[in-house]
Structures are given as structure tokens and as C-alpha cells.
RNA sequence: GGCCCCGUCGUCUAGCCCGGUCUAGGACACCAGGUUUUCAUCCUGGUAACACGGGUUCAAAUCCCGUCGGGGUCACCA
């Protein structure tokens, strides 16, 4: 039964990539809304000029799309509730403050940052706790008030809230109820003009008739103050649902400074003296934990050739995760459908999400259950399904693929790499020695020492034997190979083991690539040839 | 610190609302074997939890209270 009455939104503020907590958040409200024959909307919360940025405007729409949660209204697809960017709502802003101050709910403050700051040292030191005093404020008179406006004295303008108990009606928590003495006046119109997250928040949801807000459990302490406003304003409150945290598998939250928390490290830890593209000062704030600039820490990674953390929808796309894996992983924190069932997709989620199942207690991101997920996930393409989204990824994040190798051969790799990938990420490092040129092959000199060089070289007498093997095959693809090096096996009385890799270690530089004939074959006579001889002196 | 939320294996959770079928189930991780041409898979088995203390009851993971622990929030950020 289509229950058309339903409207979620997701309301993301501007100022980076979509944070895995954000992308749970828009799921379930996009379930939810799927799930009742409801719309789901998207609005952009830019109020916050300084902060916000077109690019991630732009960023964001694409990892939500590229997760597959797509909107009924909002930025690029229009509604009738429009616009979608808060910066352009201004003039409902304005509108509903005047209401608001014409029954006397909203009045102006003219305490300065300052005396505030002051007033709540001074609370403190006296050891209570601060609440702000609207009394001065409320007694001004028209005359003053006016005076005030005439000198140029910047305000605020402040919600006056109800001295009464709150209480939020939450669907997954219960009643929660707030004292009347916890609550205060709280700023709806900001100084320059605009409104604060609370209101415009509110103000918006009225008038997009958002029936359900479903949030993350850090807004819990905010929705007091939105439904006073919503009473006051005399509109039915939207139902709330408040949902558990995510954190780190060491408790800490997730946040974009975990990046360069590891980068950070690392850099120390190999006394990294500089970065590539960045200049010394930014790089020494960079390690003075003055800045944690993102883009400092890529590139720290990047030389250092560290993995660092994931927190954006952004960066486990670029490590190689399917999108029907991450939506499916992160539902399961914070909801379960029962029944012991784990694995489920989208169109499951828009049959069966509800807010009943959603849990209370805040759970751990843990990247080796998402690990397991996808790697199942992988094991079930289709070889055409996973040479696609290899392409696609290549394309995103490794384009060099595409510059060295045609379809034909890139789906001949593909197929290599296909039944030994977790991500799709794995096989664009793992497979990079057969873009490079023969002589770049990095050696890793660990495989060497112990494949090649030790006991006397035993690994380097195999190779020569073997180059002179590989030179008599004319015909150069995986089957020959194998017979011709099963053959030669069995006359040097050694196991497949002992000949794939030195053989490996010679073309690939390091003990790991696909079975080896299918290597070879990959490679071609001539690099394999080459890079043997160059592997022989070593 | 005030206020608020939460508390089942290492982790995510099922079970809790409607006490008995729970000697607490699943998944991931871990451990031990096995398959394998490296890697990655795959197969078999195993270890592992109701935070603690009271109470209610014939009976409590399930209901009540307290303690402890974790988290959130206390902005002219969102």
C-alpha cells in the first residue's frame, strides 16, 4: 500500500565528500521513503557561505548517484518545493522570522560575541552552569531598539522557546523529554543576516512537508528546538527518528582527519622530508599537527605508499568497492531485517527498510566485514560484469590501462585477475608491472634475495634453464605454456612451485601475479624474454 | 561537569516490546586442519557474549531499580 503521504529528505551541508555516516543517513531516508511510495528529497544546507563549495555540491550528487540513491526532488532534477540550495531560500527565511516575531516568538539580541563569552566564564568560574539570559534583551524598549538599529549595533535574533518541558516523540528512542530549564533562547538569524542551521532547517522542512526526519543520534539535543519552532509556527511537527552513530573500529569518530592521522604518521615514522607538490612550510605545519590538509596527506601517501583510511563514500569507491556493497554493509549498521539475513541489495531495502529494526547503541565500522562483502560480491560477476566495472574504475583511477592496452587484451587481464580481486582496485596495483616497460619493472629485493639469490642462486640457474625453454615455444599462449612447463618439470623432477617463481619474480618483480602461464601469455615472448634476461643480472 | 541516549561473542547483530522453546542463533574477524602454481579464493572444525548488583516471578538476556561503562550535546557550525 502506497502511502504517498510520506516525504524524507537528506540534507547535506556542502563542505567535502559524502561521509559514509551521510551516505547511511540518505539510505534509510531513501528506503524509507521508497518503502511508503514516498518522495525523497535532497536539499543542499549551504547557510554556511564560508564553508560551502559548489565542487562539493557537485561531488556529492555524484557519489550519491554513483551509490545508486536517487532523488524524486532537489538539485539538477527541480520538485515543486524549490529551490533546493538553502542559499537561495532567503526571502522564506525573512518570511517566516517576521512570523515569528510578530506573535513575539523571535526577538533581536544585541550582546556581542564578547559579552557572551564573558558571561559564560563567568558562570563557570562560579561553578553553575550558564544558560542565556534573555531578560535584558526583552526588555528593551521600541524606542531603544530603534536607537540601537540607527547606531549600526549588529544582532542577532534569538527564538524565544516555551517555559515548558519538551518533548520529542522519537521513533526509535521513545519519548525523550527535555526540561524547560535545560532550554534557551537560541540564535534563529545570525548577524549577517542569515539563518542559522536550526531555522532554516525547520523553516525548510515545513515548507517541503518533509513528513519524516531521519538523522543521525548527534541531532538528538537539537530536536527540542526544532519542534518549539515548529509549534510556535503552528505547522504539525514531522515524525523523528534518530539513528546510532558510526565510529572507527577504535571508538574514535570517523572524521577526514584520520587521513592525516595515518599520513602523518607514516611520514614521521620513514622521517619523510618533503612531499611532492607541496611546499615546505605547508608540509612542516602539515607535521606540527597544525594542518590536516587532505591533500597533503594523498600525496604523503601516495610516496610513502601508505593506505590511508576510508571515510568518504569517495574513498572506498577508489579502493575498489561496489556500491551495492557499501549501501548493503552500511544498512546493517544501525538496521537488520532479521531472520539472520545479511546480504541484500537496494531493491530489497524499498520492500522491507523500516524504522522499527533500527537500533539504538552506535556501532564500529569494521572494514573487514565490508571486505568480506565485497569480495563475495566480486566472486559473483560475471566475467563481462566485472571487465566492465574494471574498466569503468580504470578509467576513474588508473587510466594508464587503457593508454597501454586495447579491450581485447585489457579483458584477457581482466580475466586473470578476476577469480584473485576483493576490490577492483587490487588488480590496478597488482597488475601494474604489465603496463610499465620491460626495463622499469621494479625488482622488490626481498622476492629477490629469497626466490632468486638464495642458496647460491638456485632460482637464477632455474631461470636460465627456463629462458631456454620459453625461447623454443613458437606457440605463445597459456595452455602451450603450461604443457611445455609442466613437461620441463617433470624432466627436472620439481614441483610447479619451484618454477613459477623465479619466473614470476623475473617478469612480475615481486612473488605475486596470476597463474604464471597465463602471465606469460599476457606479457608476450619478447617481454618475457627481456625481462628474464634482465632478472639474470640482478 | 549539567542534560540526554545507549550497554548480547573481538566487531556488526538476532533474540528483548508479548518472561519459559536460549545448554543464546548468524555474519565478519580469530584459531586449527584441508585444497591450491604465488596471490586471492574455497572447504571442514573450533574458541568466544547476555556489563555488574539488587528486586519482581515457579521461571529473566527478556520486566523494575541502582551502580559502573561507553557515546552524544551544551556556538552568530551544520
Not at 531603544?144 to 538599529?149: A, P, R, S, Y
Request: aromatic share 10%.
Amino acid at each position: 500500500m502506497a502511502d504517498s503521504t510520506v516525504v524524507t529528505r537528506f540534507a547535506p551541508s556542502p563542505t567535502g565528500y559524502l561521509h559514509v555516516g551521510g551516505a547511511r543517513t540518505a539510505l534509510f531516508n531513501w528506503a524509507y521513503a521508497r518503502r511508503h511510495g514516498g518522495r525523497f528529497i535532497l536539499r543542499i544546507e549551504d547557510t554556511d557561505a564560508a564553508r560551502s563549495t559548489d565542487e562539493s555540491t557537485k561531488k556529492i550528487l555524484e557519489d550519491l548517484r554513483w551509490l545508486g540513491l536517487n532523488w524524486d526532488e532537489g538539485p539538477e532534477v527541480g520538485g515543486p518545493s524549490g529551490p533546493y540550495f538553502q542559499s537561495q531560500r532567503g526571502h522564506l527565511y525573512k518570511q517566516y522570522l517576521e512570523q515569528l516575531a510578530a506573535i513575539g516568538r523571535a526577538y533581536r539580541c544585541f550582546k556581542t560575541a564578547e559579552e557572551l563569552t564573558a558571561a559564560k566564564a563567568k558562570a563557570k568560574t562560579e561553578g553553575r552552569a550558564y544558560k542565556y539570559d534573555p531578560a535584558e534583551s526583552l526588555n528593551l524598549s521600541k524606542a531603544q531598539t530603534d536607537q540601537l538599529i540607527a547606531a549600526g549595533k549588529p544582532f542577532v535574533w534569538r527564538f524565544r522557546m516555551p517555559d515548558a518541558d519538551v518533548t520529542v516523540n522519537d521513533l526509535v528512542l521513545g519519548d525523550v523529554t527535555i526540561k524547560a530549564a535545560e532550554l534557551e533562547d537560541f540564535v534563529i538569524f545570525k548577524s549577517d543576516g542569515g539563518p542559522t542551521f536550526h531555522f532554516a532547517n525547520v523553516v525548510d522542512d515545513a515548507t517541503m512537508k518533509v513528513t519524516h526526519v531521519l538523522r543521525a543520534q548527534e541531532h538528538l539535543m537539537n530536536t527540542p528546538k526544532h519542534v518549539a519552532m515548529f509549534d510556535a509556527l503552528g505547522i504539525k511537527r514531522p515524525s523523528y527518528a534518530h539513528m546510532p552513530l558510526i565510529f572507527n573500529s577504535d571508538g574514535s569518530k570517523m572524521s577526514k582527519r584520520d587521513k592525516a592521522k595515518v599520513a602523518r604518521a607514516a611520514a614521521k615514522e620513514r622521517k619523510l622530508a618533503a612531499a611532492p607538490g607541496v611546499d615546505d612550510a605547508a608540509f612542516r605545519a602539515f607535521l606540527d599537527k597544525k594542518s590536516d590538509a587532505v591533500e597533503i596527506a594523498l600525496a604523503v601517501a601516495g610516496v610513502l605508499n601508505v593506505i590511508l583510511p576510508e571515510i568518504d563514500v569517495h574513498d572506498f569507491r577508489r579502493s575498489g568497492y561496489l556500491p551495492s556493497v557499501i549501501l548493503n554493509y552500511l544498512a546493517l549498521l544501525g538496521w537488520s531485517p532479521g531472520n539472520d539475513l545479511e546480504r541484500f541489495d537496494l531493491d530489497f531495502l524499498a520492500k522491507n527498510f523500516d524504522l522499527e529494526r533500527i537500533g539504538k547503541s552506535n556501532a564500529r565500522f569494521d572494514r573487514a566485514k565490508l571486505l568480506a562483502f565485497n569480495t563475495e560480491a566480486i566472486g559473483k560477476l560475471t566475467p563481462d560484469e566485472f571487465f566492465k566495472l574494471w574498466r569503468e574504475h580504470l578509467a576513474a583511477f588508473h587510466p594508464v590501462y587503457l593508454q597501454k592496452f586495447d579491450d581485447a587484451r585489457l579483458r584477457i587481464l581482466a580475466e586473470a585477475y578476476r577469480p584473485r580481486s576483493r576490490t577492483l582496485d587490487e588488480p590496478s596495483i597488482n597488475g601494474m608491472f604489465f603496463v610499465v616497460a620491460d626495463g622499469d619493472v621494479q625488482y622488490d629485493p626481498k622476492a629477490v634475495e629469497k626466490v632468486l639469490k638464495k642458496e647460491n642462486g638456485a632460482g637464477l640457474a632455474m631461470l636460465r634453464e627456463l629462458a631456454a625453454v620459453l625461447t623454443a615455444i613458437s606457440d605463445w599462449n597459456g595452455p602451450a605454456l603450461h604443457a611445455a612447463l609442466e613437461a620441463f618439470a617433470q624432466r627436472a623432477g620439481k614441483g610447479m612451485g619451484d618454477i613459477a617463481q623465479p619466473l614470476r619474480v623475473a617478469v612480475s618483480g615481486s612473488t605475486v601475479s596470476p597463474p604464471i602461464q597465463d602471465t606469460l601469455a599476457l606479457l608476450g615472448k619478447n617481454s618475457t624474454l627481456a625481462r628474464i634476461n634482465r632478472a639474470l643480472t640482478l
